[in-house]
């Protein structure tokens, strides 16, 4: 059964460097999101991408963060200087059109 | 106020007993998902409401929605420690690209 998979599983930081978490979504999959949920806390939509561009994003993705579908199959986002609140649990999900969307495994990041 | 409320927030059931938990909205809703998630790992869809009165059954997992009430329900029947974890609901609302906005989520823990 086709899956979304996320790389690193884990990925230890210094604060104010750049880091890049990868997603491959499902092959026929339109729509991707990134999510994070900061431990202990609730799972949070951070912005969801289609046809090759942002669709919608919240607050928490400020200038600090951008997403790229570098090729036709990652799903990338990245970070460009990290803070330690950037410390959470991150997410990658992808759709097709009005089903429902499928998580990935996600990525843990620690800022230390 | 929080858009979305869940309760309760943490159940502790013995094992064969039944169970409900509740997710209410603030704003209207389109549709609304039922995740479940395991500690430190991703979320694994169970099921998708997109009509009022609506109802879907898998396996011992039934989940109501009630959009004059703004209110979806999930219950299961006979919990099993396996039905252990977090269950969150996640609406959809109008104009959105389905991004989904998760309550803080029912902690369930079965005692066998």
């Known amino acids: 059964e086709p899956e979304v998979t996320q790389t690193p599983s884990h990925q230890v930081t210094q604060m104010g460097q750049e880091v890049i978490l990868r997603c491959v979504p499902i092959?026929?999959?339109?729509?991707f999101y990134w999510y994070r949920q900061i431990l202990g806390q609730k799972v949070e939509f951070l912005v969801s991408?289609?046809?090759?561009?942002?669709?919608?994003k919240s607050e928490i993705f400020d200038d600090q963060f951008s997403v790229e579908r570098p090729d036709g199959s990652n799903f990338t986002l990245k970070i460009r200087s990290t803070k330690l609140e950037d410390s959470a649990m991150y997410f990658c999900?992808?759709?097709?059109?009005?089903?429902?969307?499928?998580f990935g495994p996600g990525t843990r990041l620690t800022v230390l | 106020s929080q858009e979305l409320e869940q309760s309760p927030q943490s159940l502790i059931v013995q094992e064969g007993k039944n169970l409900t938990i509740n997710c209410t909205s603030s704003?209207?809703?389109?549709?609304l998902y039922w995740y479940k998630q395991k500690y430190g790992e991703g979320l694994i869809f169970l099921m998708m409401?997109?009509?009022?009165?609506e109802e879907k059954s898998h396996e011992k997992i039934t989940a109501k929605l009630d959009e004059k009430k703004q209110q979806s329900s999930l219950h299961i029947t006979a919990s099993q420690p396996s039905h252990a974890g977090i269950y969150l609901c996640?609406?959809?609302?109008?104009?959105?690209?389905?991004?989904?906005?998760f309550g803080k989520g029912t902690k369930l823990s079965v005692k066998p």
């Open positions: 999900a992808s759709k097709r059109q009005g089903n429902e969307q499928f």
């Open positions: 092959s026929n999959h339109l729509y």
């Open positions: 991408f289609y046809n090759n561009e942002i669709s919608e």
């Open positions: 704003k209207t809703l389109y549709g």
């Open positions: 409401l997109q009509k009022g009165g």
């Open positions: 996640g609406p959809t609302y109008g104009g959105s690209q389905g991004n989904l906005i």
